[in-house]
């Protein structure tokens, strides 16, 4: 940032920030859910954009590589191998990785259901600014049974990369 500028200030404060957490607190509370609150993914990405919350994949490793995965984004499986076994370490690794259980944190899965059991370990935890990303990342099976028409992170053009 040049010397001139000041730093953006955090936007947690900023109404549009406190906006999309009520309502996607509200959400939550409606659909009975034990997690601080779902996001679509272009809320999802404003609050990452604005430095409001930190952005966890939590799609295992091949998932990331080989589909793709937001770029800056963190990396804590929720599952791991083909067998997709419960990762032991998630919730160490997430409270390291993301900065604490008071964190604002947004998981983001393939469709949104893990990352939706993900969100509910943590809060049982003690995370309680834990969102789920509505959609995921590829976004729910088609006709055809194929993702990436039916929402998604993808679907909606926000940003990704695929190694």
Known sequence: MPE??????????????????????????????AYAGCLYPQEAWSLVEAGVAQLVDVRTAEERKFVGHVPGSLHVAWQTGTALLRNPRFLRELESKAGGKDAVIVLLCRSGKRSAAAAEAASRAGFGRVFNVLEGFEGDLDEQQRRGDVGGWRHHRLPWQQD
């Open 4 to 33: 001139n500028q000041t730093p953006p200030t955090p936007a947690a404060s900023t109404p549009d920030a406190a906006h999309l957490l009520t309502t996607a607190r509200q959400r939550a509370q409606a659909a009975g859910l």
